[in-house]
């Protein structure tokens, strides 16, 4: 079992920067694949990045690639998404997730999810 609590959002500008933080319950954590996903208003549930236990892979969509980054800190139970360049559209609540097995970007196949937090960026 793992409990995921998200943290870090807030109102920005078009162009500023914003670090979200995941922390995570369990003495799993490290097993884990964790990705963070994002829902606009009136939106899907999109895939936005993943990394695997390790940190040494990670997968992107193509809306964020070269904008944001993830990574994840083992020792501290937590996953970041470093968010550079927002856009008024990346305006959405941000979801963390985990899952084992394979990364995929469905949101079917990721097993726990944080409640959210909201992020804001006006133009």
């Known amino acids: 079992q793992v409990q995921l609590v998200e943290s870090g959002g807030g109102l920005v500008q078009a162009g500023d920067s914003l670090r979200l933080s995941c922390a995570a319950s369990?003495?799993?954590?490290?097993?884990?694949?964790m990705g963070w996903f994002r829902q606009a208003p009136g939106k899907e549930r999109e895939f936005v990045a993943a990394i695997n236990w390790r940190g040494g892979s990670t997968d992107y969509a193509d809306s964020v690639k070269g904008r944001f980054a993830i990574s994840r800190d083992n020792a501290k139970n937590t996953v970041y998404l470093q968010m550079n360049s927002l856009k008024p559209e990346d305006t959405a609540v941000y979801y963390c997730?985990?899952?084992?097995?394979?990364?995929?970007?469905?949101?079917?196949?990721?097993?726990?999810w944080g409640q959210g937090t909201q992020v804001t960026v006006s133009s």
């Open positions: 369990g003495r799993t954590f490290s097993s884990y694949k």
């Open positions: 997730a985990a899952k084992s097995g394979v990364i995929t970007t469905s949101t079917r196949s990721w097993l726990y």
